[in-house]
């Protein structure tokens, strides 16, 4: 990995705002750092960071990786260098690029059941990727699987999303339970999101986790949603926006 890359990877149980405060730091970093290599991934089997983000998918990371299979299936053995290789090309050939940033979303296996072999291919390819960009911004899927799995074994900033409520508090304990043995990161925090009366921030704790933001009740977000719009067409002072912001400062990546 290249020493100077900051991998943010954002976990948390689902329905808590993930996606939403993922391109939330996508966008804070491409106006902070116009002269930058960003990448998002939308590690997430949903899809639904290129709809925040405002891009169009054509070809995902499990596409890449079942065309390769199959043409080894097929009878074009190779070696793994020559594999490898193809991998990478393929993968610089399926992001998109737009609004001064790169795409990747991981895809949403055919076959029904485990994504066990497309999350044993993340983890290779945010390695590989990873010395190519500034920034990457890690859209993870709900829950704790690809913590467990080592799929984010060596980001450098993991930040945990919970809601309000106690479930969502110890969803995010447990993730971090666990990626303290797994995961090789600098810091960690977590965002406390949809708190619709800040006078209640003082009551939440998470144990062993910094709160390095709170987000209230956000109508520009809601309204941008309801139009499908992106995280561009957000105001800059809605209540996510500046969240978001006061998370990656305290984390001190702006």
Not at 131 to 157: C, L, P, W
Not at 187 to 207: E, P, S, T, V
Not at 216 to 223: L, T
């Amino acid at each position: 990995m290249n020493n100077n890359t900051r991998i943010i990877a954002v976990a948390g149980k689902g329905g808590v705002g993930k996606t939403s405060i993922s391109a939330a730091f996508l966008r804070i970093l491409v106006e902070k750092y116009p002269d930058k290599k960003i990448l998002a991934i939308d590690a997430d089997p949903a899809v639904g960071l290129a709809t925040a983000l405002g891009v169009e998918v054509t070809a995902t990371l499990d596409d890449i990786r079942r065309s390769i299979i199959d043409s080894v299936e097929n009878g074009q053995q190779r070696e793994a260098i020559e594999m490898l290789s193809e991998a990478r090309y393929k993968i610089f050939e399926t992001m998109v690029e737009q609004k001064k940033f790169s795409f990747l979303a991981i895809g949403r296996p055919e076959a029904a059941g485990c994504y066990c072999k497309v999350n044993d291919y993340l983890k290779e390819v945010i390695e590989m990727l990873s010395s190519d960009f500034d920034y990457v911004v890690i859209d993870g899927e709900a829950g704790i699987e690809q913590i467990n799995r080592r799929v984010m074994e060596k980001v450098t900033h993991l930040v945990l999303i919970s809601d309000p409520s106690l479930k969502g508090t110890h969803v995010v304990e447990t993730i971090r339970k666990v990626a303290d043995d797994l995961v090789m990161y600098d810091k960690c925090g977590a965002i406390i999101n949809r708190l619709g009366n800040m006078d209640l921030k003082d009551r939440i704790k998470i144990d062993n986790t910094d709160i390095i933001g709170y987000i209230g009740s956000d109508n520009a977000h809601i309204e941008n949603d309801i139009m499908g719009r992106s995280v561009f067409d957000l105001p800059q002072d809605s209540p996510i926006m500046l969240g978001a912001a006061q998370a990656l400062e305290k984390l001190e990546i702006i």
